[in-house]
């Protein structure tokens, strides 16, 4: 018998080679498609965050008053009643937003002291 040394791959070596390439590629493409969408969740989100952050800082920097109210900016609804006490000022507020995953509501409750 003769020995013969082989160089190279064979057809099925290269197209399993292939296959694995193609599933790991499509994977990268699906996760990354993921990340996309959770990115632009979390910007809508950062952003009704801030919003309602910002409304909080100037209810808390006004004098003790009850007052409600809405505002609507950027795509975020924002309602806000402040209820006076005898020493302090509760401050109860929500963000409503709505995007691809539907509405959703943050709500941020606080309270400052009167002086």
């Known amino acids: 018998m003769k020995d013969t040394m082989r160089y190279g791959l064979t057809l ?30 979390n910007s809508d989100r950062s952003r009704a965050s801030s919003l309602a952050r910002s409304r909080f800082e100037t209810l808390s920097a006004s004098p003790c008053a009850s007052a409600a109210g809405t505002d609507r900016s950027r795509g975020v609804t924002s309602q806000w009643i402040t209820v006076t006490r005898p020493s302090f000022e509760t401050i109860d507020e929500t963000a409503t ?13 606080g309270g400052v002291p009167c002086n």
């Open 12 to 41: 099925v070596e290269v197209l399993i080679a292939m296959l694995i390439f193609a599933v790991g590629v499509l994977g990268l493409a699906a996760s990354s498609a993921s990340l996309a969408r959770q990115i632009a969740w």
């Open 97 to 109: 937003r709505l995007d691809s995953r539907g509405l959703h509501v943050d709500a941020l409750h």
